[in-house]
């Protein structure tokens, strides 16, 4: 199971008080770019590597945490309070906890769930959970998200 976000709320109860937050939202603005900061939770380490490479070629993304489990991505969420998660359905603490608990630690974090897992039940139980978006590993539906 998951751990619960603890003390998810900044000085003044706010998540954007959190210590690295830059304003309302951690987007990172200059320049007139916008910066999408990105947690990546997937137990695969090759996975997690082919993604950090995918979006380190590109200005608009930074990846502030990348875990192995559910537990992980709590508290990375708690602490990096990340625009974006990557989460994965089917690793140590499961991808339902885990869309649990950066919600509750980060509750403006969108969170994109990449499965090899392709059945309707899985999808529904994922968007039932608060994720915004499905993708299959492997199909082309990531490079259109």
């Known amino acids: 199971m998951t751990r619960p976000c603890h003390a998810a709320d900044g000085a003044n109860g706010h998540p954007g008080d959190m210590p690295g937050r830059s304003g309302p939202g951690s987007r990172s603005r200059g320049r007139n770019r916008t910066v ?30 990348s875990v192995a489990s559910g537990d992980d991505a709590t508290d990375a969420a708690h602490i990096h309070q990340p625009d974006l998660a990557v989460v994965d ?42 994720a915004a978006a499905y993708v299959v590993k492997g199909s082309d539906d990531l490079l259109d998200v």
């Open 36 to 65: 999408v900061t990105v947690l990546l939770a997937d137990d695969e380490i090759v996975v997690r590597r082919a993604i950090e490479e995918l979006l380190g070629t590109d200005s608009r993304f930074r990846i502030v945490a």
């Open 89 to 130: 359905v089917r690793m140590p603490g499961g991808g339902e906890p885990a869309i649990a608990g950066i919600h509750a630690c980060s509750p403006d974090t969108v969170v994109l769930v990449c499965s090899s897992h392709d059945d309707r039940h899985t999808r529904q139980a994922m968007q039932d959970a608060g």
